[in-house]
């Protein structure tokens, strides 16, 4: 079996490790934006005996879920330079005879190999994201099954089961690189504590790294512990603002500024598959590096789920939660009635450009989102409400969510191009970036010693441990009205119902599992409930949440103790290290933005 992340020379193709936990490894996407295909990608692999051996290839049709024609996302492979007769992409399952819209091995043709070295590309064909994840010649006849446990098992079959490289032990380790995991990791450095900092991309930042392309959102610097925010100010971008060129988010200043501290061990391009838990403590993680899927073994003390998604408590065995809890629960009035799981959606960030010079998009009419005058967004850029996947598992069908975004964004531009009215007005707009990594708002959360709420924001519950201050309005997201008649279920725009607040304190409380005993969060996956998360998500309050993560690591380590004793024995330790904040005052100031009244700065927010 040949891993397609693996190839030596991956030409256009794009390693994609989003969904690697969903379904099985990293795999190739040839992300073209539709504009052209995408360079080949090439591999070689040895024969031991000459024989006959039939072509599998694992791929999938993504478009299948919600168009019946012909799928764009196609590719051809080829052995020796020679294509097969097959068109891969297309969904047809070869132990099935099924054509559906899940990873599948698509069988390909028979081949006369004589022993030794043979050449192996993907040759993609339109541009439009086909993707492949593993190649298998066999002499055997059995047709490998579909399903992501006998996909398991035949990996473990073929490659064997690798024991992991050992990385060591550390004072703390954080899972996530975005912005609340690079705030906690620094701080923890800055604090005396050696740590490992796990990332499953290639870039920091998450949501406003360079491949989503999200503005930061919130205020730092906030009362009564002004000095939490400095941080962020040291690792995030001069300027706002959605869907912009990739300079605008400054992915190598976030990369410095970690680089620059000798205490931070970096695992960049490393996504954690398992977490190793004893007597209520977890001790180590497994994590593969996404390209080479090799694993590696990271021991630690302390451990912070900054993952968004609660990767890390889930593996770990921490009580979550998940979707919007019924008003009877907490008590809060903008809850419905009963639990249900919407959450709030995802989104895919693209922008296009007016030239001078003329060009053409393929027409998306076969295949792409059904679109007419009356629901046509006829926009230069996304923003903020383009948003997908709201009734999707954000979990188990992630990858769903992200396509679905790109099938939106691709359908939109194409129909511009091709069918719209004004069309003429578009007959020099260039599509010239569309993220393939999802941007979420929403998913699981992690169940702390508290749970914060509505009722304990509108009325400002005082908190003894009350930490990192939260400027947002309470922000929630619904299904655009007009867009949810004609997209039931598979809406694509949303609407933003605000209450106000007041500036308030996120007790620590909120910030440790109530059931893992050395594990913190910070981020979008803290101890909050649906309706409490659309004020404490955004990127420059998750910093702060790092920050003060990172500080009672510190005090975890230094005392001996764990982060629930940090608020029972040693508050007033954490409460003098907010106070002086962990981030650098001699560093220019950046953020004069976050001053902008809170209303409009969530403008232009994720």
């Known amino acids: 079996m040949l891993l397609t992340s693996r190839f030596p020379e991956k030409g256009g193709w794009t390693v994609e490790q989003q969904f690697l936990l969903q379904m099985g490894s990293s795999y190739l996407l040839a992300h073209g934006i539709g504009v052209a295909p995408v360079e080949d990608a090439k591999g070689s692999f040895e024969v031991p005996e000459e024989g006959e051996y039939t072509l599998y290839v694992r791929t999938k049709n993504w478009t299948k879920y919600w168009s019946d024609g012909p799928t764009p996302g196609i590719f051809q492979v080829l052995i020796d330079g020679k294509p097969d007769g097959e068109t891969f992409g297309t969904g047809k399952s070869a132990s099935t005879g099924k054509a559906g819209p899940q990873w599948v091995w698509q069988k390909g043709g028979t081949y006369s190999l004589g022993k030794g070295s043979h050449e192996i590309s993907l040759h993609d064909l339109t541009g439009f994201d086909g993707r492949c994840d593993a190649i298998l010649l066999t002499k055997s006849g059995e047709v490998p099954g579909d399903s992501i446990e006998e996909y398991r098992a035949l990996r473990k079959a073929v490659l064997g089961e ?52 999200v503005g930061l959102g919130g205020r730092i610097n906030l009362p009564p512990y002004g000095s939490l925010g400095y941080i962020v100010n040291e690792i995030g971008p001069e300027r706002g603002g959605n869907a912009r060129g990739a300079h605008n988010y400054e992915d190598e200043r976030k990369l410095r500024v970690v680089e620059a501290e000798k ?22 993680v497994t994590a593969l590096e996404v390209t080479d899927q090799k694993p590696v073994r990271i021991e630690g003390k302390t451990f912070a ?44 960030e693209w922008y296009c450009e007016d030239h001078n010079v003329p060009c053409t998009y393929p027409d998306s009419l ?31 069908e992630a990858e769903k969510m992200r396509d679905y975004g790109m099938y939106v964004a691709y359908s939109t531009f194409s129909y511009c191009k091709n069918r719209y009215s004004a069309k003429e007005d578009w007959e020099c707009t260039h599509l010239i970036w569309v993220s393939h990594v999802i941007g979420k708002r929403e998913s699981r959360r992690i169940v702390g010693d508290y749970v914060l709420t509505q009722n304990d924001i509108v009325r400002k519950t005082p908190f ?71 004020s404490t998500r955004v990127m420059r309050t998750c910093g702060m949440i790092g920050e003060v993560v990172g500080m009672a690591a510190s005090i975890c380590v230094r005392e001996g103790t764990t982060p629930r004793g940090v608020y029972m024995d040693h508050l007033p330790a954490l409460k003098e290290l907010m106070r002086r904040g962990t981030g650098r005052t001699d560093v220019q100031y950046n953020q004069f933005y976050t ?12």
């Not at 205490?263 to 977890?282: D, Q």
């Not at 059904?370 to 629901?375: G, I, R, V």
Request: proline fraction near 3%; charge should be negative.
């Open 366 to 396: 076969d295949w792409g989102l059904e679109l007419d005058e009356t629901t046509i967004e006829p926009v230069h850029r996304a923003n903020w409400y383009w948003e997908v996947g709201m009734h999707y598992d954000a979990i188990s």
């Open 162 to 213: 690798e024991v992991p490289e050992e990385k060591g032990l550390f004072d703390f380790v954080v899972v996530g690189g975005g912005i609340a995991g690079e705030c906690a990791a620094i701080s923890a450095a800055r604090l005396g504590l050696k740590v490992a900092l796990i990332q499953d991309r290639y870039v920091l930042g998450g949501n406003n790294s360079s491949e989503i392309r």
């Open 263 to 284: 205490n931070i061990t970096l695992f960049l391009g490393y996504s954690v598959v398992a977490a190793e838990t004893k007597e209520g403590r977890i001790v180590a």
């Open 595 to 606: 001053l902008i009244d809170n209303t409009a700065v969530q403008i232009e927010s994720i």
């Open 305 to 348: 789920d900054c993952t968004g998604d609660a990767t890390l408590a889930v593996l770990a065995g921490a009580e979550t939660m998940y979707g919007r809890e019924g008003e009877s629960a907490f008590g809060e009035s903008l809850a419905p009635e009963t639990a249900d799981s919407l959450h709030m959606g995802g989104s895919i």
């Open 464 to 534: 003894e441990d009350a930490s990192a201050s939260v400027s947002w309005n309470i922000d929630q997201h619904f299904p655009r009205k007009d867009n949810a008649a004609v997209y039931p279920g598979d809406e694509w725009l949303s609407e933003g119902h605000l209450t106000p607040v007041t500036p308030y304190g996120i007790p620590y409380r909120c910030f440790y599992s109530k059931d893992i005993e050395n594990l913190f969060m910070a981020g979008r996956d803290i101890s909050v409930t649906h309706v409490a998360l659309g």
